[in-house]
């Protein structure tokens, strides 16, 4: 259990120090630098503890599942860091996720859909709109810039982004098993990392090439001072301290507890954007973040 919670705590931490990057660096940029940092500290460890953990046949589907969740996810929840702040960012992305995972598992793998699934998706649906309604939103001032709407648009394509990537990252472990490869949670991470990391670097080449320059030209260093912390925090508390302490906690318990305990850390993450980024919700907003919290979590107990 202690895993699980920590799992939490530091996947709220990521939250933040997200935020805090993709404000000072820019979506895009600031994604690219904090998977590139993650993917050479990842390998080192995968390099020394489990060299033997890759194999072509899994490989290429931990690369769709990157792409989908660690590129195309990863992109659309630094663009929306930007416009939201890390609180409702990650309420939407890591509520709606589990939504966006059983529609491809229905429409891929076939699996059913039964009432109490229906169930929790209504509460999820019903808290998420509560806690989006422009009546909810922070009493002071937060640090963003762009389109509160927009925003809301790529906060919901993280979640598809993370929910399609995790089904995909299944039939991946499902194929390693199948051709007897053990594979570590380092291992898996670094892998969808690497995938991540070159979706990320078409983003940046995509916008220097054919973007217009303000998009581009206050790009700052990684290297500066007022940066660099946030954006290691942001490297290291999500794809590895993170992801390690969530696999640690599959190893010691059930999937469907981990995965409730994990769905707190939209909760956890509240007061940690009310000291970082001024962000204090209201009633409304704190309300529909239990709504939807409480449905992912018995989604995971359910299901």
């Given at each position: 259990?202690?895993?699980?919670?920590?799992?939490?705590?530091?996947?709220?931490?990521?939250?933040?120090?997200?935020?805090?990057?993709?404000?000072?660096?820019?979506?895009?940029?600031?994604?690219?630098?904090?998977?590139?940092?993650?993917?050479?500290?990842?390998?080192?460890?995968?390099?020394?503890?489990?060299?033997?953990?890759?194999?072509?046949?899994?490989?290429?589907?931990?690369?769709?599942s990157g792409l989908i969740g660690f590129?195309?996810?990863?992109?659309?929840?630094?663009?929306?860091?930007?416009?939201?702040?890390?609180?409702?960012?990650?309420?939407?992305?890591?509520?709606?996720?589990?939504?966006f995972a059983m529609l491809l598992e229905?429409?891929?793998?076939?699996?059913?859909?039964?009432?109490?699934?229906?169930?929790?998706?209504?509460?999820?649906?019903?808290?998420?709109?509560?806690?989006?309604?422009?009546?909810?939103?922070?009493?002071?001032?937060?640090?963003?810039?762009?389109?509160?709407?927009?925003?809301?648009?790529?906060?919901?394509?993280?979640?598809?982004?993370?929910?399609?990537?995790?089904?995909?990252?299944?039939?991946?472990?499902?194929?390693a098993h199948e051709v007897g490869v053990?594979?570590?949670?380092?291992?898996?991470?670094?892998?969808?990392?690497?995938?991540?990391?070159?979706?990320?670097?078409?983003?940046?080449?995509?916008?220097?090439?054919?973007?217009?320059?303000?998009?581009?030209?206050?790009?700052?260093?990684?290297?500066?001072?007022?940066?660099?912390?946030?954006?290691?925090?942001?490297?290291?508390?999500?794809?590895?301290?993170?992801?390690?302490?969530?696999?640690?906690?599959?190893?010691?318990?059930?999937?469907?507890?981990?995965?409730?305990?994990?769905?707190?850390?939209?909760?956890?993450?509240?007061?940690?954007?009310?000291?970082?980024?001024?962000?204090?919700?209201?009633?409304?907003?704190?309300?529909?973040?239990?709504?939807?919290?409480?449905?992912?979590?018995?989604?995971?107990?359910?299901?």
């Amino acid at each position: 259990m202690l895993a699980a919670i920590l799992t939490t705590f530091f996947f709220a931490l990521s939250g933040v120090t997200g935020q805090r990057v993709a404000v000072r660096l820019g979506g895009i940029w600031g994604n690219m630098l904090r998977l590139l940092i993650a993917a050479m500290v990842l390998g080192i460890v995968v390099l020394i503890l489990s060299p033997d953990s890759i194999r072509k046949e899994p490989f290429a589907w931990f690369f769709v599942s990157g792409l989908i969740g660690f590129g195309m996810g990863d992109v659309a929840l630094f663009l929306a860091y930007e416009r939201l702040g890390s609180r409702l960012t990650f309420l939407l992305n890591l509520c709606l996720a589990p939504l966006f995972a059983m529609l491809l598992e229905y429409f891929w793998l076939g699996n059913g859909v039964t009432i109490p699934i229906v169930v929790c998706a209504a509460l999820i649906l019903a808290g998420v709109t509560m806690a989006v309604r422009p009546g909810a939103r922070s009493r002071q001032k937060v640090e963003r810039r762009g389109n509160f709407w927009v925003g809301i648009v790529f906060a919901v394509m993280a979640g598809c982004g993370q929910g399609s990537g995790a089904v995909i990252s299944r039939k991946a472990e499902e194929v390693a098993h199948e051709v007897g490869v053990a594979v570590t949670g380092v291992s898996a991470a670094f892998q969808r990392v690497i995938a991540g990391l070159v979706f990320a670097i078409v983003a940046v080449l995509i916008i220097r090439l054919i973007g217009k320059r303000e998009l581009w030209e206050n790009w700052r260093s990684p290297l500066d001072k007022k940066v660099a912390p946030w954006l290691f925090g942001a490297a290291l508390f999500g794809p590895v301290i993170g992801v390690s302490f969530f696999q640690w906690a599959l190893q010691s318990l059930e999937s469907g507890i981990v995965l409730a305990v994990v769905a707190t850390t939209p909760i956890v993450l509240m007061p940690m954007a009310a000291i970082t980024e001024g962000d204090h919700p209201s009633r409304l907003a704190i309300l529909g973040a239990v709504v939807a919290v409480t449905g992912v979590i018995l989604l995971n107990l359910w299901a």
